[in-house]
């Protein structure tokens, strides 16, 4: 049987300058909306979680990761992630690309 993986790329009219922070609570009222939430998803920029509260777990390349307060999960371009259903953890997630590596002194101004 194939399991057919949505491409997630990063969306550069909502962060510009290739990054983006999300408090997870309104990011995943937001994914619910979507068809694909819950399924697996192969991402083209880097991820962080950073979990402030709750417990949960989240999968990347099919593996399985708990989560709970204090932790941080790192998942990079290429990789596949899947979110469990009804997330019931809290905290932050910062999204970016390779790019943001790569800006020039002086584009860092208007960050």
Do not use: W
Request: charged content about 30%; aromatic content about 18%.
């Amino acid at each position: 049987m194939k399991t057919d993986i949505k491409n997630i790329r990063f969306d550069r009219t909502k962060a510009p300058y290739d990054c983006e922070i999300l408090e997870l609570d309104s990011f995943f009222k937001r994914l619910t909306s979507f068809s694909y939430f819950g399924k697996a998803e192969r991402i083209h920029f880097f991820i962080v979680f950073m979990i402030t509260g709750g417990k949960g777990r989240h999968f990347v390349d099919f593996k399985e990761y708990a989560l709970q307060k204090g932790d941080l999960l790192f998942i990079a371009p290429g990789q596949i992630q899947q979110y469990e259903n009804n997330p019931q953890y809290k905290g932050y997630m910062l999204i970016f690309t390779e790019d943001f590596f790569r800006k020039q002194p002086k584009e860092l101004a208007f960050l």
